[in-house]
C-alpha cells in the first residue's frame, strides 16, 4: 500500500485535566476525502490544529507523507505549510485588504507580480463562482456566502495537494451551504486533491467525504466510507447523525 498523505498514531492532548485526545489513530491516503464528525468540545477542532502543527500532541505522532512532524526545523515546517490550503471556519480574510490581495496572500512573498496575482485571483473567483471584478472589493462588502467562496479560492490558489476545511458551512442557509458543498467537491475531488473536513453538519459530510470518522470521548468510535454512515450499527454514531434527543450520548 502506498504511504498516506496525513496519518496520526496514538495522538494524545488533554488540557489540565480534561482528555481532548486520547489515543487518536487516523489515516488520510491520496485523492480521499475525510471528514471527522463529533459534538462541540470533542475534540475535532484540537485534531485539526495538531495535524497543522499548530498545537503539540502530548503523545503520539503526526506524519505527513510518512514524515513526522514533530522535529522539524522552522524552514522545513514553512515549506511543509506550503502543501497546506485552508479554509478557516470564520473565513479569516483581512480587513485591510482587497479580496485578491487576500487570495493570493500566501503568494506575496514569492516573487510574483501584482498583475500576474491579480490574475490568478480572478481565476479563482471564477472557479467558485464569483465575477472576477469581485477581487477589487474588500471583505467588507462581501456577503457570508460571498466570504466562504472567496476562502476557498485562497484556500486552493496556490494549487495545494492537501486542503482542511474548518466548519465550511457554519453560519450559511442551507442553500447556499449546500453552494459551498459543491464547490468543495469540484474544486478538490476532480483534482484528485487530498482533504480533510472537520464538520456537524451531516449533510454536509455525506456531500463532502468519501470517508467519515466520528470522534466520542477522546477516540474514533467509526471510520467507514461515507454512504455508510446513516447505518453505522453504532448507538453513538446512529443517535449524532439521525439527531435525536434521547440516547447514549451525554
Known sequence: MSTPVIET???HKA???KVVLDGIDLTVNQGE???IIGGSGTGKSVLLKCILGLLAPDAGEVLINGEPTAKLSQRAREERMRQFGMLFQGGALFDSLT??????????RSGMKKDARLA????????VGLKPETALLRP???????????SLARAICADPPIIFFDEPTTGLDPIMADVINDLIVACTRSQGKTTLTITHDMHSARKIGTRIAMIYQGKIIHD???EQIMESGNPYVDQFVHG?????IT
Open 224 to 226: 467507514g466510507p461515507a
Open 120 to 127: 490568478l485571483a480572478q481565476e479563482k473567483l471564477q472557479a
Open 99 to 108: 479580496v485578491w490581495e487576500n487570495i493570493t496572500f500566501a503568494l506575496a
Open 140 to 150: 467588507s462588502e462581501l456577503s457570508g456566502g460571498m466570504m466562504k467562496r472567496v
Open 15 to 17: 488540557f489540565g485535566p
Open 244 to 248: 435525536r434527543a434521547t440516547g447514549p
Open 9 to 11: 498514531r496514538n495522538l
Open 33 to 35: 476525502s475525510l471528514v
